[in-house]
T-cell receptor, first 112, second 114 residues
């Protein structure tokens, strides 16, 4: 059974640009969550999508957005990139309500 | 608001020695509790989880954890550490009524001496 797939694995962007990250959940999982991991702030929850609807949202500015498609694949977008957005972005999928989350390998975003 | 504290940022143990990683949480009701492990540059792998029932839970790779409600703790243990256990360990809490939204502790980096 394939795990959670995140693409791309590595990304370098310039300050002010925008970026889109992709996440394909485990087959049959309808919940997709996104997290940001930085050395200074640790692992922080961005948002969760379930059946194409945003179910939960963390405390991040509106520059961070996401969506989920009918096949449960999810994308997150960061607009007007700042240097502080450099981080490992992790996606996790789960079956239903409050079940364990399975994480992908992450996308390493570097903003220069 | 929920929170998780992992008091030990770094821990070094000798190979073959026992291990205990501490985790304290703050949550208004009975939480869902998790331990994850992360190797450098990788994602998170679930070691074990507690939802309800038996307070001693077994996980993969020989790890176990005990939920102690009175102490708001969920410490991770392993009787004999292997060099391959060197990694960063994260404790996390999730709400039991609001979807998959985890709050993580700051992590404990484990180093294993030969």
């Amino acid at each position: 059974k394939a795990g959670v797939t995140q693409t791309p694995r590595y990304l370098i962007k310039t300050r002010g640009q925008q970026v889109t990250l992709s996440c394909s959940p485990i087959s049959g999982h309808r919940s997709v969550s996104w997290y940001q991991q930085t050395p200074g702030q640790g692992l922080q929850f961005l948002f969760e999508y379930f059946s194409e609807t945003q179910r939960n949202k963390g405390n991040f500015p509106g520059r961070f957005s996401g969506r989920q498609f009918s096949n449960s694949r999810s994308e997150m977008n960061v607009s007007t990139l700042e240097l502080g957005d450099s981080a490992l972005y992790l996606c996790a999928s789960g079956r239903e309500w409050h079940t364990e989350a399975f994480f992908g390998q992450g996308t390493r975003l570097t903003v220069v | 608001a929920q929170s998780v504290t992992q008091p030990d940022i770094h821990i070094t143990v000798s190979e073959g020695a026992s291990l205990e990683l501490r985790c304290n949480y703050s949550y208004g009701a009975t939480p869902y509790l998790f331990w994850y492990v992360q190797s450098p540059g990788q994602g998170l792998q679930l070691l074990l989880k507690y939802f309800s029932g038996d307070t001693l839970v077994q996980g993969i790779k020989g790890f176990e954890a005990e939920f102690k409600r009175s102490q708001s703790s969920f410490n991770l243990r392993k009787p004999s550490v292997h060099w391959s256990d060197a990694a960063e360990y994260f404790c996390a809490v999730g709400p039991n009524n609001a979807g998959n939204m985890l709050t993580f502790g700051g992590g404990t980096r484990l180093m294993v001496k030969p």
